[in-house]
């Protein structure tokens, strides 16, 4: 009888653990998406419309911001302008081709699972209407591990605002990107991150 009840016992032990187990696990994971969107609501700032840009282009752009960057007004991103968009960059090189800008993740990526969850890559497009720059449009993406290809931020295009509908990017207007990259470390230390305009058959 005392060998069943330490089977017994050590079946509930047994069971107990796992059950902490998976309640640590899931506290981990509901304590990562809570810091994920603080990091993401701590962009949001409205007077990231009217701050001094980083860079300015013309026709398109083509930044890499540094991995350490913040901007008064516009917390931990920054403001990158493009004037006369379309009209002022090369080119069309053949028919078929489509104009597109592309923002991407332009940093080291994370090994493990639970560090490349946390990383943020945000961006919010405005275009200018009577002087004043106006929010047109906005995404997110979020890092995503996979056993076999390892850690990305989003697919490997990173955001394609010119495949967004509608296509917000208007030949010939002034636009401003704001974007964001983050990881889920401490306080959210910022990472590097490329926007580009080019031509794609």
Known sequence: MSRIHSVVG???AAMAAMATTGCAVEMQ?????????E??????ESTCATVGAAATY???FNY?????YTTTGCYKAQAVDVTNYRSGFTSQPGPGYTLHTYVTWADSLPTNEEACEALILKATLYREENGVMVKKAED????NYEDFGGCMVGPPWGIDFSTLTPNELLSGADHRIVVTARTGDGDFPTRSFKIKTMWEP
């Not at 997110?140 to 890092?143: E, F």
């Open 10 to 12: 050590c079946l509930f």
């Open 140 to 143: 997110t993406l979020h890092g």
């Open 39 to 44: 990091a993401e609501q701590a962009y949001g």
């Open 58 to 60: 013309s026709g398109g």
């Open 29 to 37: 994971d509901e304590q990562r998406d809570e810091d994920v969107a």
């Open 64 to 68: 890499t911001s540094p991995t350490t």
